[in-house]
């Protein structure tokens, strides 16, 4: 069975550092992609960061690029988004996405095959 268990959202204030967490279980990364997103509310899903199945070469939306990092521990089933100098705008629901083939898809999410529950993250101004 294909789960994915994100953790580590948190409040935290405007220039701090988290690290989200998503356990992953039941595919390999040698097959399958996974990808960051986030929710802020009232607005659409949109991709934050993917890490590609197999080599792991790594995306990032303009919005995170030098801030964000994406990574994942094969030993631990386990991808990280490494989040630092967060922003208000930063503020939203994250999800964690894992897709079978080389990238997560993120103009289409129904491409996408298995996603997690969500983890909180509020940054205060």
């Known amino acids: 069975e294909v789960q994915l268990v994100e953790s580590g959202g948190a409040l935290v204030q405007a220039g701090g550092s988290l690290r989200l967490s998503c356990r992953t279980s039941?595919?390999?990364?040698?097959?399958?992609?996974v990808g960051w997103f986030r929710q802020a509310p009232g607005k659409e899903r949109e991709g934050v960061a993917c890490i590609s199945s197999g080599l792991g070469d790594t995306y990032y939306a303009d919005s995170v690029k030098g801030r964000f990092t994406i990574s994942r521990d094969k030993a631990k089933n386990t991808v990280y988004l490494q989040m630092n100098d967060v922003k208000p705008e930063d503020t939203a629901v994250y999800y964690c996405?894992?897709?079978?083939?080389?990238?997560?898809?993120?103009?289409?999410?129904?491409?996408?095959?298995?996603w997690g529950q969500g983890t909180q993250v509020t940054v205060s101004s």
């Open positions: 996405a894992a897709r079978r083939g080389r990238f997560i898809s993120r103009g289409n999410e129904n491409e996408n095959d298995y």
């Open positions: 039941g595919f390999s990364y040698e097959h399958y992609a």
